[in-house]
């Protein structure tokens, strides 16, 4: 056994946390362009650089300042455009609405993770 004391370069593998990894991609992610994405939507350009503005939808910037969206970035329009017509939501409540949808998923997961049912006794 090893008496010295662990310092940041003897750490254990227990001793990282998982904010500590990092990952590198193999493969650069492929990014879709502002009309690729408008034309997988169906929605006009101007309305896609407004949700972007909005904060609805994340894109980023290229080397040449033009628009490139994660391959999701149609899923996450459909889904704003539900909610739009469905529920006749304004853009900032499709924010918060599209918040707390990514929430309750998350949280089903976690709940999924730990198994359907609660090590705690029930309240009934």
Do not use: K
């Not at 033009?66 to 529920?87: C, E, H, K, Y």
């Not at 999924?112 to 090590?119: H, L, P």
């Amino acid at each position: 056994m090893n008496d010295r004391p662990l310092g940041a370069e003897g750490m254990g593998r227990a001793d990282v946390t998982a904010s500590a990894v990092v990952r590198y991609a193999l493969v650069p992610a492929p990014r879709l362009s502002l009309g690729v994405v408008a034309r997988r939507s169906g929605l006009h350009p101007d309305l896609i650089r407004r949700f972007v503005t909005l904060g609805l939808v994340e894109a980023e910037r290229d080397a040449a300042g033009r628009l490139v969206f994660d391959r999701t970035a149609p899923v996450v329009l459909a889904r704003i455009q539900r909610l739009r017509s469905g529920l006749c939501l304004n853009y900032a409540s499709i924010g918060l609405v599209l918040d707390l949808l990514d929430r309750i998923s998350l949280l089903e997961a976690a709940l999924r993770g730990r198994g359907t049912r609660s090590e705690s006794s029930t309240w009934t």
